[in-house]
């Protein structure tokens, strides 16, 4: 995506049209590779994905941090939710604030810091299949589902360049 942003609405028609080209193609590539991964007992598509998709496509990123941001989010969050469970301070939303919080104190601690990735930490303490992962939520579905989402930005942001500038960038 150029940096330079256009100033009249005529002018964005083209970014947005291959933004929606990326995303949507991306999504359809992450639902393909989710169903593959399923077979095998696994998952790999939350919706968080979707947030760190945009992000991938729309912005110049660095996947190191996307990835390690879901890596210590996740660890975080399990930790926590160990440490704590998932019904303190109930009426507060004590275990949420405390694994989103410890999963953006963790990013902090590792530069990696990747909202999607709290937003990911979260549904560790509202989704029960979450639970039922038990240390492997660390793993997946967030980080293994976050490579996914970076080789689909990958090929859809090369598609666009080598269709605009003839040029691919593997970056």
């Known amino acids: 995506m150029p940096d330079v942003k256009p100033q009249n609405v005529q002018d964005r028609i083209p970014a947005a049209f291959w933004v929606l080209v990326k995303i949507a193609s991306g999504l359809a590539f992450m639902h393909f590779a989710n ?10 598509m939350v919706p968080p994905h979707a947030a760190s998709l945009c992000i991938a496509v729309c912005t110049t990123n660095d996947p190191k941090k996307m990835g390690l941001g879901y890596l210590s989010a996740g660890a975080a969050a399990y930790g926590v939710l160990q440490a704590v469970g998932d019904g303190f ?83």
Request: proline residues 6%; charged residues 15%.
């Open 35 to 44: 169903k593959i991964i399923v077979k095998e007992g696994y998952a790999a």
């Open 89 to 171: 301070m109930p009426d507060f939303g004590g275990s949420r604030a405390l694994v989103v919080a410890a999963a953006v104190a963790a990013m902090i601690l590792t530069d990696s810091m990747h909202p999607p990735a709290a937003a990911y930490a979260m549904t560790l303490v509202d989704a029960a299949p979450m639970k039922a992962l038990g240390p492997k939520f660390i793993l997946y579905p967030g980080f293994l589902g976050v490579c996914i989402v970076y080789v689909a930005a990958l090929i859809g942001n090369n598609v666009h360049s080598l269709l605009t500038t003839g040029k691919v960038k593997l970056d």
